[in-house]
């Protein structure tokens, strides 16, 4: 389906896992240097690296295996307004070793560990289960392809989310913010929006809600993505 944000466009017809609000809540919350190189880890449909081109006058690196997705990240980028600021590797990101460690990652990954794999065809089962990327090999390639002062930016559901976080402590990397995301500010935290370094901070803990009680978007929520979407802010 297509769709249009303020900036660009993305058509995700051809991906396992469709544009969300997962997936604009981290493009737009992730932390980005104004320069450098950007790694889109597990891009889809493009959308992560197009929202860190507008954010970024950085360098941003797509990496995708499913072939499919790469042929429509491929078409979004190039009538996007930063296509000379996009490079895409089709490649198994435990495969690939670049030249160069990146100053941010962003990754919106595979989360589920169990149960039934979605029936609307393998990308989409692919997109969603941690079977060619469990948590252990995200984080190992999180600590290989990390510039040592930079950050890595993921979305993941709270039990998924709280499981990574458990795997931490071996892994090379520490937390240093952790955003609980509710649907409304009466509901369970249902994401962790988390940002992972290889430098140990004080983490910063707080919370989004994205509905208000009325319905509409809440004033963060409104506030965090108004660059993006047409009807929202100016």
């Given at each position: ?146 510039h040592p002062k ?68 809440s004033a963060a ?14």
């Amino acid at each position: 389906m297509p769709f249009t944000f303020k900036q660009f466009h993305v058509d995700d017809r051809g991906c396992g896992m469709p544009v969300s609000t997962d997936g604009v809540m981290l493009g737009a919350w992730a932390a980005l240097p104004d320069q450098g190189r950007v790694l889109d880890l597990g891009t889809g449909s493009g959308l992560l690296a197009l929202m860190a081109s507008q954010r970024s006058q950085a360098h941003i690196t797509a990496v995708e295996l499913d072939p499919d997705a790469c042929r429509q990240a491929e078409a979004n980028f190039a009538v996007s307004p930063w296509t000379e600021r996009l490079q895409l590797v089709q490649c198994d990101v435990r495969d690939w070793h670049p030249s160069a460690p990146f100053d941010a990652i962003v990754c919106n990954p595979p989360y589920f560990t169990s149960g039934e794999r979605s029936q609307r065809g393998q990308a989409r089962a692919q997109a969603r289960h941690v079977d060619t990327l469990s948590h252990d090999d995200l984080l190992n390639a999180l600590v290989r392809l990390l510039h040592p002062k930079g950050c890595a930016s993921l979305i993941l559901p709270l039990v998924e989310g709280e499981l990574l976080l458990t795997r931490l402590a071996n892994s090379g990397l520490h937390l240093i913010r952790r955003t609980a995301v509710h649907s409304r500010a009466d509901k369970p935290t249902q994401r962790l929006l988390l940002t992972l370094s290889r430098q140990p901070a004080e983490p910063v803990l707080d919370t989004l809600v994205i509905h208000s009680q009325d319905g509409g978007y809440s004033a963060a929520f409104c506030a965090l993505t108004q660059d993006f979407y047409l009807k929202m802010g100016s």
